[in-house]
């Protein structure tokens, strides 16, 4: 895992041919909801933070309920409150809302380099 946070800091994946590319990118042409998160990714760990969010702006947006997520996980705190908030956080309505966004982030983002596009 360090490895790879090296790599990552170290080398941008958008000049490195390694690096893995998106296959429905290059499949249809139109940017999935992770194109970008690698070079976000890289411009994070060099603490460029606007640059990682012009790479993929949910990505960046997404990294505090990440954390939140992974401290639900590896807490050991199984009190009512706590339950009550994970399953209001991370359940199946939660489930449900974070799929809308990422479906309306994937579609506008299209739309939006459509438009731009055009102009």
């Given at each position: 895992?360090?490895?790879?946070?090296?790599?990552?800091?170290?080398?941008?994946?958008?000049?490195?041919?390694?690096?893995?590319?998106?296959?429905?990118?290059?499949?249809?042409?139109?940017?999935?909801?992770?194109?970008?998160?690698?070079?976000?990714?890289?411009?994070l760990l060099n603490i460029d933070i606007s640059s990682a969010f012009?790479?993929?702006?949910?990505?960046?947006?997404?990294?505090?309920?990440?954390?939140?997520?992974?401290?639900?996980?590896?807490?050991?705190s199984k009190t009512l409150k706590f339950l009550t908030w994970r399953?209001?956080?991370?359940?199946?309505?939660a489930t449900r809302i974070v799929l809308a966004i990422v479906l309306?982030?994937?579609?506008?983002?299209?739309?939006?380099?459509?438009?731009?596009?055009?102009?």
């Open positions: 895992m360090l490895g790879l946070a090296f790599a990552y800091k170290s080398f941008n994946p958008g000049d490195y041919e390694v690096f893995p590319r998106c296959p429905f990118l290059q499949l249809t042409g139109l940017t999935c909801p992770g194109c970008g998160s690698q070079r976000a990714i890289h411009h012009r790479q993929n702006q949910l990505m960046v947006l997404s990294i505090p309920y990440l954390i939140l997520g992974a401290t639900f996980e590896f807490s050991k399953k209001r956080l991370f359940g199946p309505l309306v982030f994937w579609i506008g983002r299209n739309i939006a380099t459509s438009l731009s596009e055009t102009l």
